[in-house]
């Protein structure tokens, strides 16, 4: 998936959010509207119907500004074909993604010789990250708002993902990452999302608090090492499925650093071949059936 396509995808899936950021007034009535215009077919972003204002609203996301034909040409060919199917007014928008070159000069305007035609531009690098931030919708464009510390602006993306409810976070987690990599270097990317997830789950901080307990009486250190394999074994059920006997038993002779390489290793698996293989790495011999 293209990073255009991808913003496309997530301002069709919430189209009153995008229309409330882009106009910085709440809207609550949006209808999506079909994006292939008229004539020689071409295919906007993204076109809704602002049913309380009686206005088009049409975005165009870019990562750069070179195109064929040139953009603001594009924008003017968007405005009038949106024109013709609709007889309604129409504000335009094209968010860039990224800063272009040094000394790039960017149009928000056509103009050859009585034609002018105007449109408005959004660079993201310059907006407040805050709104991005609040706003699980637009979650995935945070970290490419403006910022003096990069790193530390991820840092708090990857703590908003992973503040969502379990249904939205693996979507928003991957629309976030995927963006993120127009930025920032796929290894940060990884190495900062893995260990969010890690911090958040319920199962990673049992085993370190194991960790920390391990000078107490043996009692209590099985006590909670009970407990840890408890929370191994539920979010293995939920990941991979029901586990075989053989499986439980295993599970019950690690120890608490095999526990906690299992916590960290759990969150890639997704079928239980996946726990298979982990096992054999512990030269375990076990054979799931």
Same mark, same amino acid.
């Given at each position: 998936?293209?990073?255009?396509?991808?913003?496309?995808?997530?301002?069709? $899936?919430?189209?009153?959010?995008?229309?409330?950021?882009? +106009?910085? *007034?709440?809207?609550? /009535?949006? $209808?999506?509207? $079909?994006?292939? !215009? /008229?004539?020689?077919?071409?295919?906007?972003?993204?076109?809704?119907?602002?049913?309380?204002?009686?206005?088009?609203?049409?975005?165009?996301?870019? %990562? $750069?500004?070179? /195109?064929?034909?040139?953009? /603001?040409?594009?924008?003017?060919? #968007?405005?009038?074909?949106?024109?013709?199917? #609709?007889?309604?007014?129409?504000?335009?928008?094209?968010? +860039?993604?990224?800063?272009? =070159? =040094?000394? %790039?000069?960017?149009? *928000?305007?056509?103009?050859?010789?009585?034609?002018?035609?105007?449109?408005?531009?959004?660079?993201?690098?310059?907006?407040?990250?805050? @709104?991005?931030?609040?706003?699980?919708?637009?979650?995935?464009?945070?970290?490419?708002?403006?910022?003096?510390?990069?790193? =530390?602006?991820?840092?708090?993306?990857?703590?908003?993902?992973?503040?969502?409810?379990?249904?939205?976070?693996?979507?928003?987690?991957?629309?976030?990452?995927?963006?993120?990599?127009?930025?920032?270097?796929?290894? !940060?990317?990884?190495?900062?999302?893995?260990?969010?997830?890690m911090r958040e789950s319920v199962i #990673?901080?049992?085993?370190?608090?194991?960790?920390?307990q391990l000078g107490e009486q043996r009692?209590?250190?099985?006590?909670?090492?009970?407990?840890?394999?408890?929370?191994?074994?539920?979010?293995?059920?939920?990941?991979?499925?029901?586990?075989?006997?053989?499986?439980?038993?295993?599970?019950? %002779?690690?120890?608490?650093?095999?526990?906690?390489?299992?916590?960290?290793?759990? +969150?890639?698996?997704?079928?239980? =071949?996946?726990?298979? %293989?982990?096992?054999?790495? @512990?030269?375990?011999?076990?054979?799931?059936?």
């Amino acid at each position: 998936m293209s990073f255009d396509n991808l913003c496309k995808l997530l301002s069709e $899936k919430h189209p009153a959010t995008f229309a409330s950021w882009i +106009l910085g *007034t709440p809207q609550t /009535s949006v $209808k999506v509207l $079909k994006t292939e !215009l /008229s004539i020689e077919p071409i295919r906007a972003d993204y076109v809704t119907f602002l049913q309380l204002e009686g206005r088009i609203l049409h975005l165009e996301f870019q %990562t $750069k500004l070179e /195109s064929t034909p040139p953009l /603001s040409l594009r924008m003017l060919d #968007y405005w009038v074909r949106l024109y013709r199917l #609709y007889r309604l007014p129409i504000t335009q928008v094209v968010v +860039l993604l990224l800063p272009p =070159a =040094a000394g %790039t000069v960017i149009e *928000t305007v056509f103009c050859v010789e009585t034609t002018r035609h105007e449109y408005r531009v959004i660079r993201l690098w310059e907006e407040n990250p805050e @709104l991005f931030l609040n706003e699980p919708a637009l979650l995935p464009l945070a970290p490419l708002a403006a910022t003096t510390q990069p790193q =530390a602006l991820l840092q708090q993306v990857v703590v908003k993902v992973n503040q969502l409810e379990p249904r939205q976070r693996p979507e928003i987690s991957a629309y976030t990452q995927i963006l993120a990599g127009l930025k920032y270097n796929q290894g !940060l990317i990884r190495q900062l999302f893995r260990e969010g997830m890690m911090r958040e789950s319920v199962i #990673y901080q049992e085993i370190l608090r194991e960790g920390e307990q391990l000078g107490e009486q043996r009692g209590e250190l099985r006590g909670r090492k009970a407990e840890g394999q408890l929370l191994i074994l539920r979010q293995l059920t939920r990941r991979v499925g029901e586990l075989p006997q053989e499986v439980l038993d295993r599970i019950e %002779t690690l120890s608490l650093e095999q526990l906690e390489n299992l916590g960290e290793a759990l +969150l890639d698996f997704q079928a239980i =071949a996946d726990l298979e %293989t982990w096992f054999g790495t @512990l030269d375990v011999g076990v054979k799931i059936t």
